[in-house]
């Protein structure tokens, strides 16, 4: 899908020499000019500075070398089942769209347009959900009071977390439809499921028409095993009352001409209070079978609801950090599945984890936002991936929670490079690497050392062979005594060389400023969602005499380890093209002069595919690329209000 709007917005900028108004986060009022003081630290959770100890080292410590030995051809045991590149994507809260999208389709986000190209980059798409609580209260309007896209209704909120309800516009999902043609970001939406006697169906209306491929899902009720809990539905409901709204559901679509695809529903979202088998065994899933898209559930490990509103069990983030810091925590949380996978295979839908993130109410300071949790987020992601579930995604809440992967500005600001990346991204932007584009990585858990707890490791295959190795190191140790050697051999032999990225920090506990191959996204407020520093690719001999090539993972560190140069470049193919780009404050007038006479006879579809916008001050759009090139860049960085500059290349 191209951008509609492309002509109608140019020209009514004024073509010869267009200034635009940047506009701020949350009302469409212009943006003042702003200083680099006001993006200082203001004490919402998603900037606080706690700084955990980092967990001793183990005693007995794990062997610091050890033998990873890789098989080759069609019987390799225990592979998974075939994954794409966009395994890892996040689950965007619907109340936070206008924070972390953009205000309307008129004004994207650059910086998230950049952080899902570096994805689509690697991975060859993104797949993004919008939902989560408030989706279940969203209602469809044409038109808001003050022409703002959504709206919330905080006098009404519910549930414990404070749910407020949204009334939101076709804006929403037209921004949706020009984010995927900018940048292959398929969605996930999701269906009100709070009155199932008037179905509010305008969602999947408005999202088939707009979308197109691009909706992959709607999701139905999200977590309603906590419906009675919240006051949402009587006590006495349960697994069978679900099914039987689910299928008041269907029957309402099945009505409805306005919505022609009727098989992308996605159930039962599950929190964890009844079990999936609950569910199956109602005949959900084969009742249902032609509706269903997948079948979801949503997961965290931990909650930290007692810190914000009083309920459940006191839990605090030093004494949770150990039990991140292992290879055993996503395998635990996978077998709170059993047999689910296999299931979804068995009736032929994909399994997803649908919500997830490190603990539920906002996770905790200190944890959530360090290093320790990046190392976890890829085990914990590589892990769900080996044991058959074909996507996970990872939460985005609003300024007040400590997991974000990314979140925008706390204040109206025109500053520029003012997003903050979480080290949840870091963990996206490593798995998407991992499994690469090729859409047919097999992932195998090596139980490396011994199946030891603190040094996981997989392998990736492709049709038969090993392509990658991805080795982690939960260990804190600046002493250097708890580094591993890996040596990795290959069934006939190893290459003469294969080429390493390492994830590196100084600490689990760190916060910010983490990188990846010796690039990163810097610390809070400094991100225009692109990696800067310099590319750090290290090559590493092999022995092909005695077939081992020995792979060394600091304490803490992680290493992914490309066995093939088609393995490295298909996983970062090219370095990735980038829209330098200008707002305009009081201090900076009309930055970009166009020739209106090319700028009539253009088709603004040329170049979409690799166009990736920024927020770098003060540069001319280069000439050489001719105006083909540079138009959709224009399309893209006039709906995020700002205006083309010179095109970077940056890997």
């Known amino acids: 899908m191209h951008l509609l709007l492309v002509h109608s917005l140019i020209f009514s900028f004024g073509l010869a020499r267009a200034a635009i108004t940047a506009y701020g986060p949350h009302v469409q009022s212009p ?44 019987n390799v045991p225990e592979l998974s089942i075939q994954q794409e590149g966009s395994f890892f994507g996040f689950s965007i809260e619907f109340s936070v769209t206008t924070q972390v999208l953009g205000l309307n389709s008129s004004f994207l986000q650059v910086p998230f347009l950049n952080l899902m190209a570096n994805l689509r980059q690697r991975g060859g798409s993104v797949k993004v959900r919008v939902g989560g609580n408030t989706q279940e209260t969203a209602t469809f309007v044409a038109s808001t009071p003050d022409g703002a896209a959504l709206e919330k209704d905080y006098g009404r909120s519910s549930n414990p977390t404070a749910t407020p309800p949204l009334v939101f516009t076709s804006e929403i999902i037209k921004m949706m439809a020009e984010i995927s043609a900018l940048t292959d970001v398929y969605w996930y939406m999701g269906v009100p499921f709070n009155d199932t006697q008037h179905w509010r169906l305008q969602i999947a209306e408005v999202g088939e028409a707009m979308l197109g491929k691009y909706l992959i899902g709607l999701q139905a009720g999200n977590e309603p095993d906590l419906y009675s809990r919240h006051g949402h539905r009587p006590d006495s409901y349960g697994p069978q009352d679900y099914k039987d709204e689910f299928g008041l559901l269907i029957d309402a679509m099945n009505a409805d001409s306005n919505i022609p695809n009727k098989n992308l529903l996605i159930g039962p979202n599950l929190a964890g209070v009844w079990s999936p088998t609950d569910i199956w065994q109602t005949g959900f899933a084969t009742d249902f079978n032609q509706n269903l898209a997948a079948l979801g559930v949503e997961r965290y490990p931990t909650d930290n609801c007692y810190a914000l509103f009083g309920i459940g069990t006191p839990r605090y983030g030093q004494d949770m950090f150990p039990s991140f810091l292992t290879h055993q925590s996503g395998i635990d949380i996978v077998n709170e599945f059993p047999g689910a996978p296999a299931y979804a295979q068995s009736v032929g839908k994909p399994f997803i984890m649908s919500e997830t993130n490190t603990a539920s109410c906002g996770g905790f300071p200190g944890l959530s936002d360090s290093f320790g949790a990046a190392l976890w987020g890829i085990d914990y992601a590589l892990q769900l991936a080996y044991s058959n579930f074909s996507t996970v995604l990872f939460h985005v809440g609003g300024q007040d929670v400590h997991y974000n992967p990314f979140t925008p500005p706390v204040t109206n600001q025109s500053t520029f490079h003012q997003w903050t990346i979480g080290p949840a991204y870091y963990s996206a932007l490593v798995v998407a690497e991992a499994l690469g584009s090729s859409n047919t990585a097999q992932v195998l858990d090596l139980q490396a050392n011994g199946g030891n707890d603190y040094t996981p490791g997989y392998a990736i295959y492709e049709n038969g062979q090993p392509v990658r190795v991805a080795l982690t190191n939960f260990i804190t140790d600046p002493s250097g005594n708890s580094d591993y050697a890996a040596n990795i051999s290959i069934g006939g032999t190893v290459p003469a060389q294969v080429q390493v990225k390492y994830l590196l920090a100084d600490s689990v506990s760190q916060i910010y400023n983490f990188t990846w191959a010796g690039q990163t996204f810097g610390g809070p407020f400094t991100s225009d969602g692109r990696l800067v520093g310099t590319l750090d690719i290290q090559t590493i001999p092999c022995d092909q005499v005695n077939n081992v090539c020995q792979v060394k993972v600091p304490a803490p560190g992680f290493a992914l380890v490309f066995l093939t140069d088609n393995a490295l470049s298909e996983s970062d193919q090219s370095p990735t093209m980038t829209f330098s780009t200008t707002t305009y404050t009081n201090h900076h007038g009309p930055t970009v002069t166009i020739d209106s006479s090319v700028l009539a006879t253009s088709n603004g579809e040329k170049g979409l595919a690799d166009a990736l916008a920024g927020t770098s001050q003060g540069r001319q759009m280069s000439s050489a690329l001719g105006f083909a090139q540079a138009l959709p860049s224009l399309v893209a960085v006039m709906a995020g209000a700002v205006m083309v500059g010179r095109l970077a290349l940056v890997r």
């Open 31 to 74: 943006l003042g000019t702003t200083t680099a003081a006001s993006a200082s630290y203001t004490g919402a959770a998603s900037y606080d500075q706690t700084i955990l100890n980092a967990p001793a080292p183990p005693n007995p410590p794990p062997p610091t070398q050890f033998n990873v030995e890789l098989q080759t051809g069609n």
